[in-house]
């Protein structure tokens, strides 16, 4: 990896990485046409593949942390929603079609309570309780850095799967990790046992948790997401492994 000069990096510097929005959906919403994560918009759909380059610095990831609590405020934004509770937009879209297309979209700005009123006004109350349950299942799925650190010392053959684009995975990856590819990926539907536990894992957690629901979806009864993703490894278990944030 090098540099803007074409040095190669020291953890000192940033590692710029050129990610055009093809090249960028590598990831799991990208390989299945079953499953495909947009970015919450009421315009046109923005996929993740749309993102800026990547920017790596050590020490220098903006990690979001993950409210545990049981009320939302309606008036809350769909940016701050999804920033406290990354499943919300899946959870709205299974129970009531809302954030999965061009038509049903809302905007990172509007607020729960204006999407419940644009929606046949749907009860804010059911609707805060459905995104709470949701919230709740997917912290079920999660092992932390440390838990999956230990299992591996003991002895463990616990698989740990990496859902993030080609170019991510390329600059920094888990050691013992395995790049999700479209083979693998119908390998692990058509063949892996359904009681098979392994674990995904992405950049903070999130298409991690996206790709563990899908696969639990499918009847894996004990897949599980990396919490907080490669940076929370890299903070908790190995700090010689880069850290990164999008720009």
């Known amino acids: 990896m090098k540099t803007h000069s074409g040095q190669n990096t020291s953890r000192e510097n940033k590692i710029v990485i050129d990610c055009s929005a093809t090249q960028f959906a590598t990831s799991l919403v990208s390989k299945s046409a079953l499953y495909r994560r947009p970015l919450a918009t009421g315009k ?15 020490n220098d990831a903006r990690l979001i942390g993950v409210s545990t609590t049981k009320t939302i405020d309606p008036d809350i934004t769909m940016r701050e929603l999804l920033s406290g509770y990354p499943g919300a937009q899946r959870a709205l879209f ?31 109350e059911e609707v805060i309780e459905t995104i709470v349950a949701a919230h709740d299942a997917d912290l079920k799925m999660q092992i932390s850095p440390s838990q999956l650190s230990e299992r591996w010392k003991s002895g463990e053959q616990l698989s740990l799967i990496d859902v993030r684009s080609r170019e991510e995975w390329e600059a920094v990856h888990i050691e013992g990790a395995t790049f999700l590819t479209q083979d693998l990926m119908q390998e692990i539907i058509s ?4 009681d098979r536990e392994f674990v995904f894992v992405c950049h903070q957690g999130v298409r991690s948790l996206d790709a563990a629901s899908f696969f639990a979806g499918h009847g894996f009864q004990n897949v599980k997401s990396l919490a907080g993703g490669i940076d929370a490894w890299s903070r908790e278990v ?5 850290r990164y944030r999008w720009e």
């Open 94 to 124: 299974r129970a009531y079609h809302i954030g999965g297309c061009s038509s049903c979209g809302f905007s990172p700005d509007e607020t729960l309570a204006g999407v419940c009123e644009r929606n046949d006004n749907l009860p804010i």
């Open 44 to 58: 046109e759909l923005k996929t993740i593949a749309e993102t800026a380059p990547l920017i790596f610095k050590p």
């Open 238 to 242: 190995d700090p010689a492994l880069p």
């Open 191 to 194: 063949e892996w046992p359904k």
